[in-house]
């Protein structure tokens, strides 16, 4: 027996039901979060392990045999992305200690971050179509309340098109779900990949392939449904923009690599066709909309839409190397990514603002921080030796093989755009001098704030993160491997989850 | 206390306000009874969580919010809390007998010539019916006073 397989959704649900137990004291809500956000951690490291050694690990719900109950299962991808789960909900977990306000914390901070944490990685290890929806609609439950923790005006405004759009996404995902099942008559995902198989492809198919893209790309903030995301992202607490930006929108784009490379792969001079145009137009969309803005948290908003062009543009090459280059983007940019929006959140709390107008001298006073800004911003922008610069080189490698050039050369100019914004925030957060009439005295140490290094703790561990990617890219680049030769062989798990084929 | 109880009986008619007191039992014996009924034949936790919520929420519009958390006891968001923590508890027992999570395990004895099963799917029943009625409580009691 596997119980790593359901440890890290068990371990966030069991913590969400402790913290809602001890809603009284705000104490021992911290330490479960804490001990939780560890235990998650070991959870997936335990199961990357797993899978590692197996291949794959497969649970049946309840001892009911695939496909009629509900099979949980990891291949390499979910453990993958079950370890940055841990790592982003420890980072948030250490950070929110001191950024949470008492009010918020007593409206249910922690229960709906590890309801949250429950979602996604529900979603990561489902083998079951409609489980995954299950799982979704967990995960954007605990966002929505999350979303409007506080319920100042803008939050709400945000949420509004928040929530909007992605119940829109919800039933069409539905739907479509309720049209496949019609067609193939199971709602085991291997099962599912196994009968789509064995058929003729008809255009109903495609169909219904479609409204997966759209319902997924609406989740990954994909062209041309994104626009929700800059929307809202800068409008809750800093401690949840990071945890939303890190993780939620990679579940979409999880979910996309999971049904596009399993299920729907009998007509792909189609499907990804689409799909190749779709995430060159979120890289472009996305890097213009970022060269606009004039507020961190913004700018930080619009360069997720564009880097989930590039994580979409590897599913969409759909050769093995482009593969890799996707699972590899998508390790980078999640850490990269949480740790820029937690830069924003100490840079807010040592200048009170998110305007960059209003922001200075950073470098000047405090050079460490700006150290730690300066080696996620390079890597989200690509340049060696970070982590971004292997991931865009396999990416745009895969590109150049399959002799796709305009969507390589755009993916180049994106790259150089991404420099761009990076720049342009270092010059006005860090580089330029601190604005006239703006409160210092936090800035250059004069108010002693004895919490900041717990707040910089998770920096500095991401940063590490980063490096660590950046400079041995070359284990880290054998583990995308393994897991892009999953994903294009999904003949292995379907006989996973499925036993020997008949 | 009085005061309140008087507001209330202002705004509510003497047959509402009676036939709550003498429904809240009755209710919850029934919401009891799906509850337990509910394995094999129509029923179960969440339909008894309703039953048992939509009792308290009968007592609510008659007596106010003050009095039926006085006569819940506890604090709803701690049924909520309780109702999750069995439902997790009936994940594990199957572990232990080297099965996958939320696997069955059934416990068969005979009292006074009947058979009586319990079972795992019990207690995991019996944390979605505290589960349900935890988050109506919450739901209803939250917006009647921010009404108020």
């Known amino acids: 027996m596997s119980p790593e397989v359901v440890l890290p959704i068990l371990i966030p649900l069991l913590a969400g039901a402790l913290t809602l137990a001890f809603w009284r004291s705000q104490r021992y ?24 050694q197996h291949g794959y690990v497969v649970m049946q719900m309840g001892n009911w045999p695939a496909p009629f109950g509900i099979s949980i299962v990891a291949d390499l991808l979910s453990a993958i992305m079950i370890v940055l789960t841990g790592i982003i909900g420890l980072a948030i977990a250490i950070y929110s200690m001191v950024v949470t306000p008492d009010q918020h914390e007593r409206f249910g901070y922690y229960p709906l971050m590890h309801l949250l944490l429950a979602g996604v990685s529900g979603s990561f290890l489902s083998g079951d ?78 169909v219904v392939a479609l409204m997966f893209m759209i319902s997924f790309g609406i989740k990954a903030a994909a062209f041309p449904l994104f626009f929700w995301l800059p929307a809202s992202y ?9 945890l939303f930006a890190g993780l939620l929108t990679k579940v979409g784009v999880y979910a996309m690599y999971r049904v596009f490379t399993l299920m729907f792969t009998g007509d792909v001079s189609y499907t990804h066709d689409i799909l190749l145009w779709a995430a060159t137009l979120t890289m472009l969309t996305g890097v213009l909309g970022a060269a606009a803005q004039f507020e961190f948290r913004r700018i930080l908003s619009f360069h997720i839409i564009s880097q989930i062009g590039y994580m979409l543009l590897g599913l969409a090459l759909y050769t093995p190397l482009a593969i890799i280059g996707g699972v590899f983007y998508i390790m980078h940019h999640i850490i990269v990514k949480t740790n820029l929006f937690l830069v924003s959140g100490v840079v807010y709390r040592l200048l009170g603002s998110y305007e960059l107008k209003k922001l200075g001298g950073v470098y000047k006073h405090r050079p460490g921080l700006a150290l730690l800004f300066l080696v996620p911003a390079l890597s989200l922008a690509g340049l060696p030796p970070l982590s971004g610069f292997f ?54 140490g004069k108010r002693k704030d004895s919490q900041m290094w717990i707040m910089l703790l998770p920096l500095v561990g991401l940063t590490l993160c980063t490096l660590y990617i950046g400079l041995n890219g070359q284990p880290i680049f054998e583990l995308a491997s393994d897991a892009a030769d999953q994903l294009m062989n999904p003949a292995g798990y379907i006989e996973a989850v499925l036993g020997v084929l008949p | 206390m009085v005061e309140d109880n008087k507001k209330i009986m202002k705004t509510n008619t003497l047959i509402l306000h009676t036939a709550a007191l003498f429904l809240l039992p009755l209710q919850l014996i029934f919401s009891v009874f799906l509850l337990l009924r509910g394995h094999d034949e129509p029923g179960g936790g969440f339909i008894a969580g309703l039953v048992a919520s939509a009792a308290f929420v009968l007592y609510l519009f008659a007596h106010g919010v003050p009095a039926t958390r006085n006569i819940l006891r506890v604090a709803p968001h701690d049924l909520l809390a309780i109702g999750l923590l069995l439902g997790l508890a009936a994940m594990f027992p199957g572990l232990l007998y080297g099965e996958p999570f939320l696997t069955a395990q059934w416990w068969e004895f005979t009292l006074a010539d009947s058979v009586i099963k319990l079972s795992t799917v019990l207690i995991f029943d019996i944390g979605v019916y505290f589960a349900v009625l935890g988050s109506i409580l919450t739901i209803v009691m939250s917006l009647t006073e921010a009404e108020e």
């Not at chain 1, 800068?234 to 990071?242: C, K, Q």
């Open chain 1, 29 to 52: 809500q911290r330490w479960i979060t804490l001990l939780a956000a560890f235990a998650l951690l070991a959870a997936g490291l335990w199961l990357l392990d797993s899978t590692r």
């Open chain 1, 129 to 206: 179509i409609f489980n995954l929806f299950v799982w979704f609609e967990v995960m954007l439950l605990a966002s929505f309340a999350l979303l409007t923790l506080g319920g100042e005006r803008a939050q709400m405004e945000g949420a509004i098109k928040y929530v909007t759009l992605n119940l829109f996404s919800s039933a069409i995902f539905l739907s479509a779900i309720g049209l496949l099942y019609g067609m193939v008559g199971t709602l085991n995902m291997a099962d599912i990949g196994y009968k789509l198989s064995q058929v003729e492809h008809t255009g109903m198919i495609n």
């Open chain 1, 234 to 242: 800068h409008t809750p607490l800093i401690a949840v923009s990071a």
């Open chain 1, 391 to 444: 991931a865009k080189f396999i990416i745009i490698r895969a590109g150049i093989e399959t002799e796709a050039w305009v969507v390589t050369a755009v993916a180049l100019l994106v790259g150089l755009l991404t420099l761009y914004s990076m720049i342009k925030i270092w010059a006005e957060v860090f580089w330029k001098a601190v604005p006239e009439g703006t409160d210092t005295t936090a800035l250059t």
